[in-house]
């Protein structure tokens, strides 16, 4: 009979292994509740300031819960993950912090910014610099993925094959994700939730908190996937919005020039329609703006276009 097994948040690892001891093995079927902390090891809490993101210890970030082993997983088979729910707890942050962001060298991003979130509220969030602006929430995993197959530890910034720091918004309630296993047992482990992100993640952070994480796993034998893949049950991308998208685009040879250049037109729209500071403006962008590249066939010129919803604004 599969089981239900439960990780608390003490349950952490600050790197992948393929040969760290794992917190929990289960088998093909059984499902997982895994208390995911927020990302900092408590470094931001309800009363920190801006200026308290400037004395992070980055050693110290990115704690994930797990490793989850799964009996009978071996190289070349595909661990099938099973997103049942992505609970949000009570409160969340989102981020500017100079040298980590899609504009870290413009000058209005050379000081820290800090938006605390109040998720009390069941489905949405009201944006604290100007509350007319609501986000319904889409909580997801930032991070889910197994360990390596090559020896030693390795950093669990970067995403892999094997999954990892993924940010792939879709990642919610009802899809199932595919991740192919290089080390015996797999080891899986997951965190960095997000109450809500925009596609591109473009500040540093979506909305970030602790939440209650339900997977189910189970195991394909001898797939041999070439990378991660995931199935969704429903809309790609703001399926509670109805009420239509503003768009801007950057053009150019160069797809992260592109991309800078559309958020940068984002965020005077912004600020010109809504009020919002610069800071305000790359946050918003962050947790709640689409980057799409919408063609990349007609050299020498690309098109990424940032696609904000307007449901967001009912105001």
Known sequence: ???????????????????????????????????????????????????????LDFDLIHQISGPVAVRGAEPGDTLVVEIVEVKPKGWGYSFVLPG???????????TPYLVHWDLTGGSKAAFAPKPSIVLPFE??????????GEPGAHSTVPPRRVGGNLDIRQLVAGTTLFLPVEAPGGLFSCGDCHATQGDGEVCGTGIEMEALVTLRFDLRKGENL??????????MTGSWNTAGWYGATGHGPD????????????IDWLKTEHGLNDHEALILCS???????????????WIVSACMPLGIFTG
């Open 287 to 301: 947790v709640a703006m689409d980057l799409k590249i919408s063609e990349t066939v007609d050299a020498p010129n």
């Open 226 to 235: 070439p990378e991660l893949r995931f199935q969704m049950s429903g809309a």
């Open 1 to 55: 009979m599969p089981q239900t097994h439960r990780l608390d948040k003490n349950a952490i690892v600050y790197r992948w292994d393929r040969d760290a001891p794992p917190a929990l093995t289960i088998d093909p079927g059984d499902t997982v509740v895994f208390e995911t902390p927020e990302i900092t090891r408590g470094q931001i809490t309800p009363e920190s300031t801006a200026e308290d993101l400037l004395n």
């Open 255 to 266: 797809l992260w020039q592109n991309t800078q250049n559309a958020v940068r037109y984002m």
């Open 139 to 148: 909580p997801f995993c930032g991070v889910m993925g197994l360990a390596p």
């Open 100 to 110: 980590f962001n899609l504009l870290k060298d413009d000058a209005a991003f050379q």
